[in-house]
């Protein structure tokens, strides 16, 4: 049984059932709102919730970046994998990669970066040229895309996802000088294979980089050349035969994803060979 006091209902209305109507209906109304106002805080959650994103969504950063083809019995997320899959990708380069005989006429050598997406399925798409050096260079560097097999396709909080992707690739001519410098050898501390981490180069600043004659004994370095390279930027300095400072700052500036590059000349009968190891940097 319902009983109202005088104080409520004066001055609303000397019916007390119509004004309990009036009340419900403020009630309902309210009710209404707060469900109005729950349902925009789902829905603005779901829009800002990271683990929600359109299936068309192109990423630059992921969980698990891809892998390029040949590393598939490794662990996934793994090094030993990440570098694998770049080891494997300097492979394929080094194979397919041709040199255009504009380039070769003209004597034209350098880096061409390019860009190009990896599809939830690992097919290579939207290939695209950062920057270009001229001489067919460009459109070589496209072609050597196009004939990439499927990667391993990036996978994100679970899904596999699409990723954009920047790849350096090299174009380096000096045939005669790769010739007389092919039987040398560089070493510089723990630096072996095709790529190399930060922390490896902070380690060897401190060790001296050695070239080996063909004779098979130690040669006097006459100058040394660091270069990296990233994202259509490189940076770069030289030495008189030591490790510098400046090229202490060079390695300081390495980033993941980068070519990181060696140029160390030696005397050779009166003329200087100029012996280059780059390696692509995995973390």
Known sequence: MLSF?????????????????????????????????????????????????PGDTVFTKVEQMPYFTGCELSENNTQIKRECSDVELVRFLSRYLIYPEEAKYNGIEGTVFVSF???????????????????????????????????????????????KMNLPIQFYLRAESRDAAEPYSLSWGTLNGATTTKETLQDNLSRKLYIRGPEGGNRFVDQIEFIFEKDNRQISAFSKGDISADLGKVVDRVKKGGLFTINASVQDGGRFVTVSRSYTVTK
Not at 34 to 47: E, K, P, R, V
Not at 132 to 140: E, N, V, W
Request: hydrophobic share 40%; with cysteine.
């Open 5 to 53: 006091s005088p104080h409520i209902i004066q001055g609303h209305t000397s019916n007390p059932f119509l004004f309990f109507q009036t009340k419900n209906r403020t009630v309902r109304k309210l009710c209404t709102t707060l469900a109005c106002l729950l349902l925009s805080l789902l829905s603005l959650q779901a829009q800002f919730d990271p683990f929600t994103f």
């Open 117 to 163: 997406i990896v599809d939830e399925n690992g097919l290579v798409l939207d290939p695209l040229v950062l920057k270009d050096i001229g001489g067919g260079c460009g459109k070589a560097a496209l072609d050597v895309l196009q004939e990439m097999p499927r990667w391993e396709p990036a996978v994100h909080h679970g899904r596999k996802v699409k990723v």
